[in-house]
T-cell receptor, first 112, second 120 residues
Framework: DQQVKQNSPSLSVQEGRISILNCDYT??????FLWYKKYPAEGPTFLIS?????DKNEDGRFTVFLNKSAKHLSLHIVPSQPGDSAVYFC???????????FGAGTTVTVRA | EAGVAQSPRYKIIEKRQSVAFWCNPI?????LYWYQQILGQGPKLLIQ????????DSQLPKDRFSAERLKGVDSTLKIQPAKLEDSAVYLC??????????????????FGPGTRLTVL
């Protein structure tokens, strides 16, 4: 049962433009959301998170937006850089629950 | 600060054989996780340890998978006997956790590079 869905398996964007990655979830108990970035042959690394009490969190070039009513979150990367080429995983957890549920990932390719 | 270490990085075995993976978490991290990531899917939690106790192993196929974390530091994950569908990357992660019990919220998890297992 896939509780976190990333419906776009891949995204190609030109360097300097904005990358928008989308994530949908079905479990209404989820209240904490994270994005992880993964390079080939490496483990995922934490990128940014957001709590359900917020609708936006920004860290440098990365911004995550949360729409609780739509059960949807997105990650914006602006401007996109070649080093951003990686797989991005959306993950979620619920109150009093340490367990992370991951989406299947979106592969981002930044073209020079 | 050293990251999460895992070995081996790659392993190829035949079905019905046994295999073991090793993980050394970040120093001081109380919580350790093992994930299975099948190609094209996100990581799926197999087991979580808090110090040397099991917090959650609900998704661990206990008929063939086992894991231990002796002395609350290093951990090993074993598969015996392996099946074709066990081909995946096995990721170990650690987090600081909260003193006195399981984390009430998923705190930041730091992942190792993973072990890619191929079962023929």
């Amino acid at each position: 049962d896939q509780q976190v869905k990333q419906n776009s398996p891949s995204l190609s964007v030109q360097e300097g433009r904005i990358s928008i990655l989308n994530c949908d979830y079905t479990n209404s108990m989820f209240d904490y959301f994270l994005w992880y970035k993964k390079y080939p042959a490496e483990g995922p690394t934490f990128l940014i998170s957001i709590s359900s009490i917020k609708d936006k969190n920004e860290d440098g070039r990365f911004t995550v937006f949360l729409n609780k009513s739509a059960k949807h979150l997105s990650l914006h990367i602006v401007p996109s850089q070649p080093g951003d080429s990686a797989v991005y995983f959306c993950a979620a957890s619920g109150s009093n629950d340490y367990k992370l549920s991951f989406g299947a990932g979106t592969t981002v390719t930044v073209r020079a | 600060e050293a990251g999460v270490a895992q070995s081996p990085r790659y392993k190829i075995i035949e079905k019905r054989q046994s295999v073991a993976f090793w993980c050394n978490p970040i120093s001081g991290h109380a919580t350790l996780y093992w994930y299975q990531q099948i190609l094209g899917q996100g990581p799926k939690l197999l087991i979580q340890f808090q110090n040397n106790g099991v917090v959650d192993d609900s998704q661990l196929p206990k008929d063939r998978f086992s894991a231990e974390r002796l002395k609350g530091v290093d951990s090993t994950l074993k598969i015996q006997p392996a099946k074709l569908e066990d081909s995946a990357v096995y990721l170990c992660a650690s987090s600081q956790g909260l003193a006195g019990g399981p984390t009430r919220r998923a705190d930041t998890q730091y992942f190792g590079p993973g072990t890619r297992l191929t079962v023929l």
